[in-house]
């Protein structure tokens, strides 16, 4: 059958069709009608063949070569018959035909292609890792189709329980049908055993101090079985309590009186001695506790925020105290907090996750934060480049002043015999150089005896990384050669402080006393930093190093924590940013936190930092550094305070007799303001969230203009999106928003009219305790029979049957466009000379040789009948002689028009006919001479006058 891919194209041969007969009716051709006819034909099927090849002509044939592409269920359901699947397709595809073609696709809340379609296929098991925690059966049947080669048959076969909690298999079935291609069932086989879970958890998300509330658990049980309930609040269980498990649905209630003030997490989990699925005991809900706010101080050391908590406790502020390790990682534990004072506290010490977790507890929950200063802080305390320092309203770069000391420093970079240390190691040395000015010089070594990167300015920062990345460190057996090296270099140089940094395991034994004390003696200090350290004597090895260079030891087992340690040991090293000199501060800025305060004491240091070009800067000292700088980031608010809090710099200040609302009005600044009474309700289906929100009363009726709501939502990840809740009525909005992942879900809801003169703030959260594929078990054999129905299949049970169903016929187009120009291309040179020359003979001529090459052995018999017809020719003699006899005949017929005029007599005598010879007939070519010759005479008579 032929098809064109542009069949309106086709519409072109009735107006070329009319013009070529049109303009071959008017033109005057000298040639017989036939010929006529032959030059009407070769334009018309010229521009037909053109015409055709434009339109994309193609000739379509019916195939019967089939792919067949087995989609598997892997999800988190089907567990215990995986084997099951991939015995039951490995089977299969031993029973295809050579020709036929075999592809695989896996799915689970995602598909991927397990296999590609092709006729060789090799498996026995699943490579594959889609996401298990949903079934998406829609997302594998779209796959499918869309890797099919498009010159077969088409045929799916889906293997699953049918438990899908995402997309529509059922849709997607029927545009498969649609498409031609037939969809079979796989039911797997059901899993029959003894099954105990949660199905659902049900508390307020907002209470208040000492309020009494419930909360209403879902409990399911296949069997009739005892088992015990855990509650927990955050992380301190509760309660725990028996319960008898009848078979079924039950709900079971637990009556509780209200944490203290702030976001609480309650979890509960279920313990049955028959249970089959230990992922579905658990369930949590968020629980939000109004009440005063809750502030942590984070000590770096006992005591250096005493200060501080005094004056806190002091304006009814409850506080809790905690070291840098008491710091919660994720965001839930931060939750419940108001605000977070870390006093004097190194960022090595909390590390990178609880660094990130503040910066979203203050950007994305709008809650505060107040760093204090101290000799571990800021810069000294290794903050440079740390999600802290992005909180911060200033940054770690060192203010140039001109008293500033200059600052030479070697770094000694051993192997960490780890290709993650290895990058490590690079990441700390770029640190280093980060906190470097133009004034101060660096050299690196990799521990080959001599520095990999010469000692150079730090002018061009970009090419010293880039020559960073390529080092490669060495394992030496001795240091004793890089420190030489580094002593030599540091001599040559003019800076004021002169500071080599060795960064190793400690496997290097040898004496390194006298070269290190040897240096000690020319003001070249000598800190060491271990790391991996196999042994003691390892360890003492760098201890002893960094004790007689007159330096400092630190021990980062943690390979994470070795770029903070060095820019700390680099900062300590340089003493550039720590300020101790006596100076009043200066007001120069207004802000909320100084209400009520004046006459500020003088202070006796600080720490330097530079301040960013959004931050406030309140009070400054005498370099015009800043000592109290804050902003608003994010949703939250953060403080910089760059003295103490102890009394190394701040002996006057805390004599101060405004000293404790000082300290209460830097804090209470950064508190997130009170919680409304919004009323905020949700649930999570599948991977969905609903969000349900509730004015006060009367709050909607005194808005101005138009209201808008918005959600706020942190994912488990700490990924953040933010969703417009609709109206659904008066003081009532909705939205939902995507929750796939498993986890705590973080959600601040805000509220405000047209001129934000009504502003309302609610926090909450909600949970996906476990995924839903394991809140449903067996085979959902109904839902499968209607999609095997609506993808035109059946259910297969057999192996050998997945490649002997009846599919739909498929034809394969053969575009035949390059045919089409050819033959028109070949018919051009007929068209050209049918055209040109007089006669047609050669058409004659042509179908012979055609059939002469088609069809030799007709052509030689053709021959052999005509000679047996035709008479024998005469010998060559023999044409010779009649030629002669025609040339004579000739002769003496040709009269010329002047004799026949002067001699009429003669005329006569030569116009007479010659003698006949009876025997010999009268030759064609002679009586066609002779009729021309008196046809001649004829004419000349009728010209004379």
């Given at each position: 059958?032929?098809?064109?891919?542009?069949?309106?194209?086709?519409?072109?041969?009735?107006?070329?069709?009319?013009?070529?007969?049109?303009?071959?009716?008017?033109?005057?051709?000298?040639?017989?009608?036939?010929?006529?006819?032959?030059?009407?034909?070769?334009?018309?099927?010229?521009?037909?063949?053109v015409?055709?090849?434009l339109?994309?002509?193609?000739?379509?044939?019916?195939?019967?070569?089939?792919?067949?592409?087995?989609?598997?269920?892997?999800?988190?359901?089907?567990?215990?018959?995986?084997a099951?699947?991939?015995?039951?397709?490995?089977?299969?595809?031993?029973?295809?035909?050579?020709?036929d073609?075999?592809?695989?696709?896996?799915?689970?809340?995602?598909?991927?292609?397990?296999?590609?379609?092709?006729?060789?296929i090799?498996?026995?098991?699943?490579?594959s890792?889609?996401?298990?925690?949903?079934?998406?059966?829609?997302?594998?049947?779209?796959?499918?189709?869309?890797?099919?080669?498009?010159?077969?048959?088409?045929?799916?076969?889906?293997l699953?329980?049918?438990?899908?909690?995402?997309?529509?298999?059922?849709?997607?079935?029927?545009?498969?049908?649609?498409?031609?291609?037939?969809?079979?069932?796989?039911?797997?086989?059901?899993?029959?055993?003894?099954?105990?879970?949660i199905?659902?958890?049900?508390?307020?998300?907002?209470?208040?101090?000492?309020?009494?509330?419930?909360?209403?658990?879902?409990?399911?049980?296949?069997?009739?079985?005892?088992?015990?309930?855990?509650?927990?609040?955050?992380?301190?269980?509760?309660?725990?309590?028996?319960?008898?498990?009848?078979?079924?649905?039950?709900?079971?209630?637990?009556?509780?009186?209200?944490?203290?003030?702030?976001?609480?997490?309650?979890?509960?989990?279920?313990?049955?001695?028959?249970d089959?699925?230990?992922?579905?005991?658990?369930?949590?809900?968020?629980?939000?506790?109004?009440?005063?706010?809750?502030?942590?101080?984070?000590?770096?050391?006992?005591?250096?925020?005493?200060?501080?908590?005094?004056?806190?406790?002091?304006?009814?502020?409850?506080?809790?105290?905690?070291?840098?390790?008491?710091?919660?990682?994720?965001?839930?534990?931060?939750?419940?907090?108001?605000?977070?004072?870390?006093?004097?506290?190194?960022?090595?010490?909390?590390?990178?996750?609880?660094?990130?977790?503040?910066?979203?507890?203050?950007?994305d929950?709008?809650?505060?934060?107040?760093?204090?200063g101290?000799?571990?802080?800021?810069?000294?305390?290794?903050?440079?480049?740390?999600?802290?320092?992005?909180?911060?309203?200033?940054?770690?770069?060192v203010?140039?002043?001109?008293?500033?000391?200059s600052?030479?420093?070697?770094?000694?970079?051993?192997?960490?015999?780890?290709?993650?240390?290895?990058?490590?190691?690079?990441?700390a040395?770029?640190?280093?150089v980060?906190?470097l000015?133009?004034?101060?010089?660096?050299g690196?070594?990799?521990?080959?005896?001599?520095?990999?990167?010469?000692?150079?300015?730090?002018?061009?920062?970009?090419?010293?990384?880039?020559?960073?990345?390529?080092?490669?460190?060495?394992?030496?057996?001795?240091?004793?050669?890089?420190?030489?090296?580094?002593?030599?270099?540091?001599?040559?140089?003019?800076?004021?402080?002169?500071h080599?940094?060795?960064?190793?395991?400690?496997?290097?034994?040898?004496?390194?006393?006298?070269?290190?004390?040897?240096?000690?003696?020319?003001?070249?200090?000598?800190?060491?930093?271990?790391t991996?350290?196999a042994?003691?004597?390892?360890?003492?090895?760098?201890?002893?190093?960094?004790?007689?260079?007159?330096?400092?030891?630190?021990?980062?087992?943690?390979?994470?924590?070795?770029?903070?340690?060095?820019?700390?040991?680099?900062?300590?090293?340089?003493r550039?940013?720590i300020?101790?000199?006596?100076?009043?501060?200066?007001?120069?800025?207004?802000?909320?936190?100084?209400?009520?305060?004046?006459?500020?004491?003088?202070?006796?240091?600080?720490?330097?930092?530079?301040?960013?070009?959004?931050?406030?800067?309140?009070?400054?000292?005498?370099?015009?550094?800043?000592?109290?700088?804050?902003w608003?980031?994010?949703?939250?608010?953060?403080?910089?305070?760059?003295?103490?809090?102890?009394?190394?710099?701040?002996?006057?200040?805390l004599?101060?007799?405004?000293?404790?609302?000082?300290?209460?009005?830097?804090?209470?600044?950064?508190l997130?303001?009170?919680?409304?009474?919004?009323?905020?309700?949700?649930k999570?289906?599948?991977?969905?969230?609903?969000?349900?929100?509730?004015?006060?009363?009367?709050?909607?009726?005194?808005?101005?203009?138009?209201?808008?709501a918005?959600?706020?939502?942190?994912?488990?990840?700490?990924?953040?999106e933010?969703?417009?809740?609709?109206?659904?009525?008066?003081?009532?909005?909705?939205?939902?928003?995507?929750?796939?992942?498993?986890?705590?879900?973080?959600?601040?809801?805000?509220w405000?009219d047209?001129?934000?003169a009504?502003?309302?703030?609610?926090?909450?959260?909600?949970?996906?305790?476990?995924?839903?594929?394991?809140?449903?078990?067996?085979?959902?054999?109904?839902?499968?029979?209607?999609?095997?129905?609506?993808?035109?299949?059946?259910?297969?049970?057999?192996?050998?049957?997945?490649?002997?169903?009846?599919?739909?016929?498929?034809?394969?187009?053969?575009?035949?466009?390059?045919?089409?120009?050819?033959?028109?291309?070949?018919?051009?040179?007929?068209?050209?000379?049918?055209?040109?020359?007089?006669?047609?003979?050669?058409?004659?001529e042509?179908?012979?040789?055609?059939?002469?090459?088609?069809?030799?052995?007709?052509?030689?018999?053709?021959?052999?009948?005509?000679?047996?017809?035709?008479?024998?020719i005469?010998?060559l003699?023999?044409?010779?002689?009649?030629?002669?006899?025609?040339?004579?005949?000739?002769?003496?017929?040709?009269?010329?028009?002047r004799?026949?005029?002067?001699?009429?007599?003669?005329?006569?005598?030569?116009?007479?006919?010659?003698?006949?010879?009876?025997?010999?007939?009268?030759?064609?070519?002679?009586?066609?001479?002779?009729?021309?010759?008196?046809?001649?005479?004829?004419?000349?008579?009728?010209?004379?006058?």
């Amino acid at each position: 059958m032929l098809t064109f891919e542009q069949p309106l194209l086709l519409l072109l041969l009735i107006p070329v069709g009319l013009l070529v007969y049109f303009t071959w009716k008017s033109m005057s051709l000298p040639f017989p009608p036939r010929q006529r006819r032959l030059i009407l034909a070769c334009r018309l099927i010229l521009f037909t063949l053109v015409i055709a090849a434009l339109a994309g002509a193609s000739w379509s044939q019916p195939i019967s070569r089939q792919s067949t592409i087995f989609v598997g269920d892997i999800s988190a359901s089907t567990g215990p018959q995986r084997a099951f699947i991939e015995q039951w397709v490995s089977a299969a595809i031993r029973h295809k035909q050579p020709d036929d073609q075999v592809g695989i696709v896996a799915v689970g809340r995602n598909a991927l292609v397990e296999q590609s379609v092709k006729s060789q296929i090799d498996f026995s098991r699943f490579e594959s890792t889609p996401d298990t925690n949903y079934t998406d059966l829609a997302a594998g049947l779209r796959l499918a189709a869309a890797i099919f080669p498009s010159n077969t048959q088409r045929h799916i076969v889906l293997l699953t329980d049918g438990q899908q909690n995402i997309g529509d298999a059922l849709q997607e079935a029927q545009l498969l049908q649609q498409q031609g291609i037939r969809l079979d069932i796989v039911p797997l086989p059901a899993v029959t055993s003894a099954e105990a879970r949660i199905d659902d958890l049900d508390a307020p998300t907002s209470l208040r101090t000492n309020e009494r509330f419930e909360i209403h658990l879902k409990l399911y049980s296949s069997v009739v079985q005892n088992a015990k309930l855990r509650l927990y609040l955050d992380q301190t269980l509760l309660k725990q309590q028996d319960v008898h498990l009848t078979g079924g649905t039950q709900e079971v209630s637990f009556s509780l009186l209200s944490p203290p003030p702030g976001l609480h997490t309650f979890r509960i989990k279920l313990d049955a001695p028959y249970d089959t699925i230990l992922q579905n005991n658990e369930a949590a809900a968020f629980v939000n506790v109004q009440g005063p706010p809750l502030v942590l101080v984070v000590e770096g050391k006992p005591g250096n925020g005493a200060n501080i908590i005094a004056a806190l406790k002091a304006t009814g502020i409850n506080v809790t105290v905690g070291t840098p390790n008491d710091v919660p990682t994720t965001l839930e534990g931060l939750a419940k907090y108001s605000s977070v004072v870390l006093a004097d506290v190194l960022a090595a010490e909390l590390g990178t996750k609880r660094m990130e977790a503040l910066q979203s507890f203050v950007r994305d929950l709008g809650h505060g934060l107040v760093v204090s200063g101290g000799q571990s802080s800021y810069a000294a305390g290794g903050y440079a480049g740390t999600p802290l320092e992005q909180t911060l309203p200033v940054s770690m770069d060192v203010p140039q002043h001109k008293e500033t000391p200059s600052i030479a420093v070697v770094l000694i970079v051993e192997s960490l015999e780890s290709d993650m240390a290895v990058n490590i190691s690079k990441e700390a040395a770029k640190g280093v150089v980060s906190l470097l000015t133009p004034r101060d010089q660096v050299g690196i070594s990799s521990a080959y005896g001599t520095l990999t990167i010469p000692m150079q300015h730090v002018t061009n920062k970009a090419a010293i990384n880039k020559a960073i990345d390529g080092m490669n460190p060495d394992d030496p057996p001795s240091y004793n050669p890089d420190l030489l090296n580094a002593e030599q270099v540091l001599l040559h140089t003019n800076a004021q402080i002169k500071h080599v940094i060795l960064l190793g395991d400690g496997d290097a034994y040898d004496n390194y006393a006298p070269q290190v004390l040897k240096m000690a003696r020319e003001n070249i200090t000598v800190s060491t930093v271990e790391t991996n350290a196999a042994s003691a004597e390892d360890l003492n090895t760098m201890i002893n190093i960094a004790t007689w260079g007159q330096g400092r030891f630190y021990r980062a087992d943690d390979p994470g924590s070795i770029p903070q340690v060095l820019l700390k040991e680099t900062e300590r090293a340089a003493r550039r940013t720590i300020i101790n000199e006596a100076f009043a501060p200066a007001v120069v800025g207004n802000n909320p936190i100084l209400t009520g305060l004046k006459d500020f004491p003088e202070l006796d240091g600080y720490v330097a930092t530079t301040p960013k070009p959004t931050g406030q800067v309140v009070l400054v000292s005498h370099r015009d550094d800043p000592v109290l700088a804050v902003w608003q980031y994010g949703l939250g608010r953060a403080v910089a305070w760059t003295s103490d809090a102890l009394g190394l710099w701040t002996s006057h200040w805390l004599q101060w007799k405004d000293a404790a609302r000082w300290w209460a009005n830097l804090v209470t600044w950064t508190l997130p303001s009170p919680d409304s009474a919004m009323n905020i309700n949700g649930k999570i289906i599948n991977d969905t969230g609903h969000l349900m929100v509730d004015l006060p009363p009367g709050i909607a009726a005194q808005a101005e203009g138009q209201q808008q709501a918005q959600a706020r939502i942190i994912t488990p990840s700490s990924a953040q999106e933010t969703v417009t809740l609709q109206p659904g009525g008066p003081g009532h909005w909705e939205g939902s928003f995507p929750a796939s992942q498993v986890g705590a879900y973080l959600l601040q809801v805000i509220w405000h009219d047209q001129n934000n003169a009504h502003v309302l703030t609610s926090t909450t959260g909600m949970v996906v305790p476990y995924s839903p594929e394991f809140r449903t078990q067996g085979t959902d054999t109904r839902f499968l029979k209607l999609l095997a129905q609506a993808g035109g299949g059946a259910f297969l049970s057999d192996p050998n049957s997945a490649f002997t169903q009846s599919l739909q016929p498929v034809s394969a187009s053969l575009p035949i466009t390059f045919l089409l120009l050819a033959l028109a291309a070949l018919l051009l040179p007929l068209d050209i000379a049918a055209r040109r020359l007089s006669g047609i003979e050669f058409v004659t001529e042509i179908r012979k040789r055609l059939l002469s090459r088609l069809k030799p052995e007709a052509t030689k018999r053709n021959a052999a009948e005509q000679a047996q017809e035709a008479p024998a020719i005469a010998p060559l003699s023999t044409v010779r002689t009649r030629r002669a006899e025609r040339r004579s005949q000739l002769k003496q017929i040709k009269l010329p028009k002047r004799e026949a005029k002067a001699t009429p007599a003669k005329a006569e005598t030569k116009a007479a006919p010659p003698e006949k010879k009876p025997s010999t007939p009268e030759q064609p070519d002679t009586a066609i001479a002779t009729q021309l010759l008196e046809a001649k005479r004829k004419r000349e008579q009728s010209e004379e006058p």
